[in-house]
């Protein structure tokens, strides 16, 4: 793998010439980031060139969804007093074409689990990692690490506990 390190994004990072495929992801980490950045509704994470060049990202935010999306064996544990649980949202995942199909997805998934279990232990609440998938190719991606389809909302679900699991913790 030529890049190994995924930092936070900074001003210093040029993300005009990122290209993944899709615009909207494309559209986002050109005009939009800096500016959810700015006003604390999304953190991004990059592996950027030696050049500075964005080649791919993901976002991670607060979220929140109602008990009654969440899947029955997690549901059925939780009070029924508790109308809306907390989650971490992988909102954007993307790779620049340059780089596809050599495991960066794979790589920035790994990394978005792992951040969002150690916040979840040590700073802020979360039971599981939610995703909105952009597509079918994303869907396939995201059941491929365990996600789950949540029903009615289009968005797929892995708890906290199986990501634990994944990690040996």
């Known amino acids: 793998m030529k890049y190994s390190k995924i930092v936070l994004l900074e ?6 010439a990122f290209d993944c ?6 559209n986002y980490i050109k005009t939009q980031v800096g500016q959810d950045s700015k006003r604390n509704l999304t953190v991004c994470f990059v592996i950027v060139n030696d050049a500075d060049e964005v080649k791919a990202y993901y976002t991670l ?3 929140s969804i109602q008990q009654e999306e ?5 549901a059925k544990r939780l009070p029924k007093s508790y109308i809306r649980i907390p989650v971490t949202l992988l909102g954007r995942l993307a790779v620049d074409r340059e780089l596809k199909g050599n ?8 990394d978005a689990l792992r951040r969002a279990l150690e916040i979840s232990k ?13 597509d079918d190719d994303a869907k396939k991606f995201y059941e491929k690490y365990g996600f789950t389809m949540l029903p009615d909302s289009g968005k797929m679900f892995l708890a906290m506990t199986k990501i634990e699991k994944a990690f040996g913790e």
């Open 21 to 26: 495929g899709k615009p909207l992801l494309d």
């Open 122 to 134: 040590s700073a802020l609440g979360s039971m599981a990692v939610v995703v909105d998938p952009l």
């Open 61 to 63: 935010s607060n979220y």
């Open 103 to 110: 495991g960066y997805g794979e790589f920035l998934l790994i």
């Open 70 to 74: 969440i899947p029955e064996e997690y």
């Open 11 to 16: 001003k210093k990072h040029r993300k005009e």
